[in-house]
């Protein structure tokens, strides 16, 4: 079993910053993804940034070059750093661990605002 802590969401202005933070705990897998997805009213959920432990990353096509993802594997966290944030970026953001051999765990949700 997995357990995902996230925080960092919240309300922020158009052209503002937010960094979203998610710590797993439990059974970790010496191969695993982490990463983020979002999913706003009426839209399906879509990919926001994902790394594995070698830091590779990929990112949805909304988002590049303005969000960073980054990972700690020492503290088994993940972050997100979203930059010049638009009103379009409002969104529930998941954040998402698969192991290998063990599996997909979800975080609870964090709510992402942006509005002036």
């Known amino acids: 079993q997995v357990q995902l802590a996230e925080s960092g969401g919240g309300l922020v202005q158009p052209g503002g910053s937010l960094r979203l933070s998610c710590a797993a705990s439990g059974r970790i897998a010496s191969i695993n993804t982490m990463g983020w997805y979002r999913q706003a009213p009426g839209k399906e959920r879509e990919l926001v940034a994902i790394?594995?432990?070698?830091?590779?990353?990929k990112y949805g096509d909304s988002v590049k070059g303005r969000f960073t993802i980054s990972r700690d594997n020492a503290k088994r966290t993940v972050y997100l750093q979203m930059n010049n944030l638009k009103p379009e970026d409002t969104a529930v953001y998941s954040c998402n661990y698969y192991g290998l051999g063990l599996g997909n765990y979800w975080g609870q949700g964090t709510q992402v605002t942006v509005s002036s």
């Open positions: 790394i594995n432990g070698g830091g590779t990353t």
